[in-house]
Structures are given as structure tokens and as C-alpha cells.
């Protein structure tokens, strides 16, 4: 499936990209390639494949969550820009 040059200026539109004349003809040949080996694919009988939402079986990887002590406020706030004794100071953003 060739992608012409009006749907990569729209994708790159999109995307926010400012494309160089160069980059346009790399990425349409290469959204073509994907595009056609998508055709490909869907020539492939899927009808007996059961649907997955991932390809390996997956359990609760997460760690146990315990408590512990947490970093000391000093600590925290020694990285913030502005701060006040106990709290980080934001720029105001509600009028």
C-alpha cells in the first residue's frame, strides 16, 4: 500500500513534526513496508487463534507492599526550586 506524500504531511501535522522533503520520502517508504506487511499478515487464517491482550502470561510482578519509614522532609525538599518550610511553592495556575 503506498502512502502518498499528503497523508505524511497530515501525519507529521498530527505528530507536530516539521519534516524535512528527505525525511517525507524515508518515512512514506517506510509506512508503506509496514503497511504492506500488515496485508501480509491478514492473509494469515486466525479463525482457530485465541485472542490475547498480551503474548506472555503474565502474573502480579508488583513487590508486597510494606511499610517502611519514608525519606525525611528536609531530605524532599532539598531538590525543590522554591520551597517553604514544609511544602513545595508552585507558580500559581487558578486565577
Given at each position: 500500500m503506498k502512502i502518498i506524500k499528503d497523508e505524511i504531511e497530515h501525519i507529521a501535522l498530527l505528530a507536530r513534526l516539521s519534516l524535512s522533503e528527505e525525511e517525507k520520502e524515508m518515512f512514506g517508504s517506510q509506512l508503506?513496508?509496514?503497511l504492506d506487511y500488515m496485508?501480509?499478515?491478514n492473509e494469515l487464517d486466525t479463525?482457530?487463534?485465541q485472542p490475547t491482550s498480551h503474548v506472555l502470561s503474565l502474573h502480579n510482578v508488583m513487590r508486597d507492599?510494606?511499610?517502611r519509614p519514608s525519606i525525611p522532609r528536609d531530605d524532599a525538599l532539598l531538590n525543590a526550586p522554591v520551597h517553604t518550610e514544609k511544602f513545595y511553592r508552585v507558580p500559581k495556575i487558578i486565577e
Open positions: 508503506s513496508k509496514i496485508e501480509k499478515l479463525k482457530t487463534v507492599d510494606l511499610p
